[in-house]
C-alpha cells in the first residue's frame, strides 16, 4: 500500500490555501530554520533572534516568498573622494566656473538600507556662502547610477539609487527646505546630498556621482580671492554611520580678479609728479623743481601726485608706502616720515609739508613691486647767508635779459631755489640803470634771472642783494663788471669750433656782431645781417 502523500506548507501558500494550520505549520518551519543557520553563524541572544525571525517572517510572507530569509550584512567599500578646484572671475560665478567634488564606492548589497552621504560647509576663516548641487552621474566605473531622471520636489540633501531615481530629501526631517545643499546659512548647515542603494533595486555595484561647489554671487558679483569649503563624505552600513570610513576634502573656489579690476601696480603704468601745487600738473609728467622755507607750521608746500595703474591701465589700489628725508609726507590725515597709506581710486595727492628740518627731502614711494623714481626737494632756513651771482653775458644793451642768474643760499649751503629773493645793484646808474631791481626765478635756468638795462656806453658793476634796498639787505654777492655798448652794427664775423669735420659731424657756428669800431655788440636779435640768401 502506498504511503499516504502528504501536502508541504509552502505548496499550500502558494495555491494560496490559508487557513490557520498551513500558516501556523509554515511559521514553525521558517523558526527552525532560521534558529539553526544563525546559530552557526553566529551567537546571539534569544531577543535578537526572536526579533530577526519576527521581522523575517513578516516581510516574507507579505512578499509571498519563503526562500532568502537569511538578514543581508551590506557593507560599503570606504568611498573615494577627490576635487577640483574651480576659477572664478568677481563677475562670473557660477556652475560653469564651480569646484567639482567626485564620490565612488561600492555597494555590494542590492536591497539594504546603506548609503553614503556627502555635506558641505564651510573651512574655518571662510565667511562667503557656496552651494552644492549635482553635477552628474556619468562617472569612471559607475555601474549602478547613471542616467538618473530628476525629481527636485522636495528637501535639501540628494539621494541617488540603482533604481536609477534621483530625489531630494533632508537627511534629518525629509522635509521640504531647499532644493540645493548649502554651506554658510546657519539655518542649512548639515544639509547633506546622499547616494543609497534602493531597497527594491535587484543589482549591485559602484555608486558614483558629481556635485558642483559654487559661491553665491549676491548681490552682485564677488571679491577676488580664495574660498574654501570642507566636504564630508560619511557611509551608513545597513542604516548605521560606520565613522571608520568617514571621508573629507576640500573644495576650493579660486576667484581671479577682471584685468581691468585688479589692484596689482604695473611699473610701466604708474608715476609720480611733484608739483608746488595740483594746478601745476594738469597732462605734464614733468617735475617741478621745489625749494621752501622750512617751518613747523604745517604748511604744504607741495604735492606728489602718485598715479596707480593696473596692467590694463586702470586704477590699482595696493597700499602705498612713503617716506621723506626732511619734513613729512601723507595723506594729511596720516602724516610723518615714513607712512603707510590706503590707496584710492583715481590719483593719489601725498602732501609735503616742513616740520623745521632744512635741508634736502629726498622721498621715495612704493606701492607693491613698483618702486618711482626718487624725488628731491630743499628746505632752506628763512634767513639768507650768501648770493651767488654768475654772469649770463660780457655786454649789455638796452635790455639784456639773459645777462646775470642769482642763486640764494643758507647757512648750510641749501638754494632758496624758487624761493629767492634777490635784488640787483648798479655801481654807475648812468651806464646801467638798475638799483633795487627784482630778479625773477627762472626753472629752466634754475636761478633768478636779471635783465640789465644799459643807458649809454661804458662800464658799470652790478651787485646782487637780498632786498630791495641796501639799507635792508643783509647779504650781497660779488660784484660783476659789464660794457654797455648801444652803437650800431657794423659788421658780422663767423668762426667755427673746428678747423676740419667728418663726414656728418656736428658744427657750430659762432656769430659774433660789431660796431664800426670793432666793438662787441650785445647778445640780440638782429634783422638783415646777412644779405639775401646768406
Partial sequence: MAPEKQVSPAIRISQEERDVSARATHLEAVIRKFLVTTSERKQMSNKTNFKRM?????????????????????????PTVSATAGSATTTTVDSTTAAVVTVTALMDQAASPDTISVSITNAIGNTKRAYMVLKDTAVGTSTVVDSLLANQNSGGGLAINNAKTLRFLNSATESATSVIATAGASANLGAQLTMALDTTAGSVGYVSARFNVFLESNPVG????????????????????????????????TVAALAANSKTVDPGQSSAVLGVTTANFGSSISDSVVSAVSTGSGSTIATLRVRLRNASGGNAQESITATISAGTIGNGTVQGRSVVIPASAGDNDLLIKGDG???????????????????????????????????????????????????????????????????????????????????????????????LTGVKNGKAKVTLRDASTVALSTVASDAIEYTVNLNAAASVEIALNKATYAPGEKATVKITVKDSAGGILPAATYSNLFATGG
Fill in 54 to 78: 519576527s521581522l523575517a517572517v513578516v516581510a516574507f510572507v507579505a512578499a509571498g516568498l519563503l526562500t532568502s530569509i537569511t538578514p543581508a550584512q551590506a557593507t560599503i567599500t570606504s
Fill in 222 to 253: 564677488v571679491d577676488a580671492g580664495t574660498y574654501n569649503y570642507t566636504v564630508v563624505v560619511k557611509t551608513y552600513d545597513n542604516g548605521i554611520l560606520n565613522a571608520a570610513k568617514t571621508v573629507t576634502t576640500t573644495a576650493t573656489v
Fill in 357 to 451: 628740518t632744512n635741508g634736502v627731502a629726498n622721498i621715495t614711494v612704493k606701492s607693491g613691486v613698483w618702486t618711482m623714481t626718487p624725488k628731491s626737494l630743499t628746505f632752506y632756513a628763512s634767513t639768507a647767508s650768501k648770493i651767488v651771482a654768475t654772469r649770463g653775458a660780457n655786454v649789455v644793451g638796452a635790455s639784456t635779459t639773459v645777462a646775470l642768474l642769482g642763486n640764494e643760499f643758507d647757512a648750510s649751503g641749501n638754494d632758496f631755489g624758487s624761493g629767492v629773493d634777490v635784488y640787483a645793484f648798479s655801481s654807475d646808474t648812468s651806464i646801467i640803470s638798475n638799483y633795487g631791481t627784482a630778479c625773477t626765478y627762472n626753472s629752466t635756468y634754475k636761478a633768478a634771472l636779471c635783465t
